[in-house]
């Protein structure tokens, strides 16, 4: 017996920092999914194909799950592995979109219900964690994991996703500088909130993509990327709304409004404009999160 689930990755961060003295972020769930299977095996059966040592996190979290729900006793008789992946080191939420995963398939395999505050719980206690669990759109508590607001999704928003070569460990961010940084700047931070947040409501992505770029230029202080000034500029030259970035990670977001641009059109605009910089360079749909158990 086996289920699947696949949970969205994100690109980034429409807009992190210090908001009402918590540390939030509002994570920008893409059309990338880790995708993972678990299968139950009967007693005597060989593991097969399973990735418990390279997937640590994800091993991590399951045996989290299955302490708090009382059933560690079923431990080897369960096995998984990763079907779809997301680039691991680039900000694009690829172990929480794996935990959150692991996660979903396995609840369904053992028949318990899952909550979304549950998946958050669980993955905290791995690392800090994205918002792409959350069907809605979020500001969210990333090290207490809870949500402070909802927000209305970016119907027309459209990115064009840029990879910056290399990778960037979560758990090897210096936290306390980064809080450090957001507190100096106080009220920029609060800015960029309340521009993301009015944009959304008021559904005028120009007010996000400002909200977005405002909060991508405060963390350019401490998470310096020399490609930073420079898409930013060409955002604007090609008629993009602003740029978010993975705050502790290795990619970018072009923003942009689909009524006003295709994403080929942009796609093709950004490929042109960044020819000899040394970086990926795709087109993704933004979607609504959360794990989807599949039917098989």
């Known amino acids: 017996m086996r289920k699947r689930a696949i949970c969205p990755g994100s690109i980034g961060e429409l807009v992190q920092g210090l908001w009402e003295e918590r540390e939030v972020l509002v994570s920008l769930p893409i059309d990338r999914y880790s995708e993972m299977e678990v299968i139950w095996k009967e007693v005597g059966e060989k593991e097969k194909n399973t990735e418990k040592n390279t997937l640590w996190k994800s091993e991590k979290a399951l045996q989290i799950a299955l302490r708090e729900w009382k059933m560690e006793h079923l431990r080897e008789q369960i096995a998984f592995r990763r079907l779809r992946e997301i680039p691991a080191g680039k900000g694009l939420a690829s172990s929480t979109a794996d935990i959150a995963a692991l996660l979903g398939a396995l ?7 899952l909550r979304e505050e549950e998946i958050a719980r669980i993955a905290l206690q791995v690392e800090p964690t994205d918002g792409v669990f959350f069907s809605e759109l979020s500001i969210f508590d990333h090290l207490q994991g809870q949500v402070r607001l909802s927000l209305p999704f970016p119907r027309h928003l459209g990115v064009v996703v840029v990879e910056l070569p290399g990778e960037r460990d979560t758990l090897a961010v210096d936290r306390e500088k980064l809080r450090e940084n957001w507190t100096r700047h106080r009220r920029e931070v609060k800015e960029a909130f309340q521009l993301v947040e009015r944009g959304l ?3 005028d992505l120009s007010l996000v993509g400002r909200g977005a770029t405002l909060s991508g230029e405060i963390i350019q202080e401490v998470e310096k990327e020399e490609l930073w000034e420079r898409v930013v500029s060409i955002s604007r030259e090609i008629g993009a709304v602003g740029v978010n970035r993975a705050h502790t990670g290795k990619v970018f977001g072009i923003l942009f409004d689909r009524r006003v ?5 942009m796609l093709s605009r950004a490929r042109e404009a960044l020819k000899k910089e040394e970086v990926k360079i795709e087109v993704n749909a933004i979607i609504s999160g959360g794990v989807r158990v599949m039917e098989l």
Not at 107 to 113: E, T
Not at 261 to 265: F, L, Q, R
């Open 201 to 203: 409501e008021e559904r």
């Open 107 to 113: 609840a369904r395999l053992l028949g318990k219900p």
């Open 261 to 265: 641009y295709s994403p080929e059109e």
